[in-house]
């Protein structure tokens, strides 16, 4: 779904959770006025014209609930005159910033989904990255949210300090208990000036490179969609800003496509065993709109493939959708 974006950072937060650094993350620091927002809005209506009614309205940052309450309140007045032509508002927040109060005020202005920063569901993880919320806030946060007919996002960090790939695959399956509409996947990216860089440049922690989380998200991706769970983003933005100041952990441009290579190799694996194939020529027959993600960025599954002794030849086919593979001795 497409969204009208409007950043808010948290200026003056009180928590210093160990991977933030807001103003770079969001590649800015100044706080929008309610005129920004309006002109915002404005400017995209005239440009969206009638597919602004399928496009929300999103205050991202993390933390729109736990912001000065006038100015909450101010950002979402801006939205009035705006509501009946976009498909919603959409806010992300912490699980401790939601309670009952907070939900009705969201409610009277129209706001239709809300998307919970939750990074982890172990409580000691929490703890290691100095969120200040615990495993049963997110729980709480999010029964809360659905029992008033929200739409509930979920959004996950893979490789925080001292979490495993056990850690968040557990995370995951919390999270289906859940039952939240969408999720985030967000592996760790170091940036300077936070925690986890002192922890980084001493030695106490190695996040996860990009090549090393996809595989763990290639699994946490068909977890979700399996419990019908819309995964709405994976890997962080491409930002200049997050570029300049990034320095380690998982980051790729195009980290959502080489998860989706490697769903394909692990299905293309899947099927070479149950069929007892164990080398030579082989036809993959893939989705026709999947050939290039089952072959891999710069042929990646057929180069793996090859080194395993097959001759592989990935064929686009009409009828197969859904990540479906059939594979034909050649
Ligand atoms: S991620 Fe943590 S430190 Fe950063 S703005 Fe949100 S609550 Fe504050």
Same mark, same amino acid.
């Given at each position: 779904m497409a969204n009208v974006a409007i950043f808010v950072p948290h200026n003056g937060c009180p928590h210093k959770c160990s991977f933030c650094d807001q103003r770079h993350i969001t590649g800015q620091s100044s706080q929008p006025t309610a005129n920004d927002v309006k002109s915002t809005l404005k400017t995209a209506l005239s440009s969206l014209k009638e597919k602004s009614k399928e496009t929300e309205i999103a205050f991202f940052g993390g933390s729109f609930t736990a912001i000065d309450k006038n100015y909450m309140l101010e950002l979402l007045e801006s939205t009035k005159e705006y509501i009946g032509s976009f498909k919603g508002i959409r806010i992300s927040t912490r699980p401790? &910033?939601?309670n009952s109060e907070i939900l009705d005020i969201l409610k009277s202005y129209k706001v239709t989904s809300i998307e919970l920063g939750a990074q982890s569901m172990v409580d000691s993880v929490l703890s290691a990255n100095e969120r200040g919320h615990s495993a049963n806030d997110i729980k709480k946060a999010s029964h809360l949210i659905k029992s008033y007919g929200f739409s509930l996002g979920l959004q996950m960090m893979t490789g925080?300090?001292?979490?495993n790939d056990d850690l968040d695959l557990y995370t995951a399956n919390e999270f289906i208990k859940l039952n939240p509409d969408t999720v985030r996947i967000y592996p760790t990216v170091v940036l300077d000036n936070t925690t986890l860089a002192s922890l980084f440049k001493s030695g106490k922690y190695s996040p996860p490179d990009a090549e090393t989380a996809s595989k763990l998200c290639a699994k946490l991706i068909p977890m979700f969609e399996n419990a019908n769970?819309? %995964?709405?983003? %994976?890997?962080?933005h491409d930002t200049e800003s997050l570029k300049s100041n990034m320095i380690g952990g998982a980051f790729h441009p195009a980290f959502r496509e080489l998860c989706e290579a490697q769903i394909y190799y692990n299905k293309i694996l899947t099927v070479l065993n149950a069929q007892n194939i164990n080398n030579g020529e082989i036809n993959i027959l893939v989705p026709k709109a999947d050939l290039s993600k089952a072959i891999g960025q710069k042929g990646y599954n057929r180069q793996k493939l090859l080194t395993m002794g097959f001759t592989p030849s990935f064929i686009p086919n009409?009828?197969? &959708?859904?990540r479906q593979v059939l594979i034909k001795k050649g």
């Amino acid at each position: 779904m497409a969204n009208v974006a409007i950043f808010v950072p948290h200026n003056g937060c009180p928590h210093k959770c160990s991977f933030c650094d807001q103003r770079h993350i969001t590649g800015q620091s100044s706080q929008p006025t309610a005129n920004d927002v309006k002109s915002t809005l404005k400017t995209a209506l005239s440009s969206l014209k009638e597919k602004s009614k399928e496009t929300e309205i999103a205050f991202f940052g993390g933390s729109f609930t736990a912001i000065d309450k006038n100015y909450m309140l101010e950002l979402l007045e801006s939205t009035k005159e705006y509501i009946g032509s976009f498909k919603g508002i959409r806010i992300s927040t912490r699980p401790d &910033a939601i309670n009952s109060e907070i939900l009705d005020i969201l409610k009277s202005y129209k706001v239709t989904s809300i998307e919970l920063g939750a990074q982890s569901m172990v409580d000691s993880v929490l703890s290691a990255n100095e969120r200040g919320h615990s495993a049963n806030d997110i729980k709480k946060a999010s029964h809360l949210i659905k029992s008033y007919g929200f739409s509930l996002g979920l959004q996950m960090m893979t490789g925080l300090y001292q979490s495993n790939d056990d850690l968040d695959l557990y995370t995951a399956n919390e999270f289906i208990k859940l039952n939240p509409d969408t999720v985030r996947i967000y592996p760790t990216v170091v940036l300077d000036n936070t925690t986890l860089a002192s922890l980084f440049k001493s030695g106490k922690y190695s996040p996860p490179d990009a090549e090393t989380a996809s595989k763990l998200c290639a699994k946490l991706i068909p977890m979700f969609e399996n419990a019908n769970i819309k %995964v709405i983003r %994976v890997g962080l933005h491409d930002t200049e800003s997050l570029k300049s100041n990034m320095i380690g952990g998982a980051f790729h441009p195009a980290f959502r496509e080489l998860c989706e290579a490697q769903i394909y190799y692990n299905k293309i694996l899947t099927v070479l065993n149950a069929q007892n194939i164990n080398n030579g020529e082989i036809n993959i027959l893939v989705p026709k709109a999947d050939l290039s993600k089952a072959i891999g960025q710069k042929g990646y599954n057929r180069q793996k493939l090859l080194t395993m002794g097959f001759t592989p030849s990935f064929i686009p086919n009409d009828t197969l &959708a859904n990540r479906q593979v059939l594979i034909k001795k050649g």
